[in-house]
Nanobody, 117 residues
């Protein structure tokens, strides 16, 4: 059974940092792993994704230069380092995994990130 479990969320002041982790169990994903977020009353939006080797990364314009995605395949873990956080970054952050196609087939439950002004 595939499971994705996020951790590292919390409450932080604007300008602060958090590091999210997502541990994947049940199988190894040799394709992209990604992070998404959903704020209250808004649709889920893409944040970042990373390929198997970790040398291809994509970011949403809203987080570019502030967030960094990385992965440790030996630990089956993907990370999201979030710096210079803003109140508008407040959301539930979820990780997701692709099986090989363009869509994401597996999702974690999410971790809450709250940025106070």
């Amino acid at each position: 059974q595939v499971q994705l479990v996020e951790s590292g969320g919390g409450l932080v002041q604007a300008g602060g940092s958090l590091r999210l982790s997502c541990v994947v169990s049940g199988r190894t994903f040799s394709s992209y792993l990604g992070w998404f977020r959903q704020a209250p009353g808004k649709e889920r939006e893409f944040v970042a994704r990373i390929n198997w080797r970790g040398d291809v990364k994509y970011y949403a314009d809203s987080v570019k230069g502030r967030f960094t995605i990385s992965r440790d395949n030996a630990k089956n873990t993907v990370y999201l380092q979030m710096n210079s956080l803003k109140p508008e970054d407040t959301a539930v952050y979820s990780c997701a995994a692709r099986s090989g196609g363009p869509g994401y087939d597996y999702w974690g439950q999410g971790t809450q990130v709250t940025v106070s002004s």
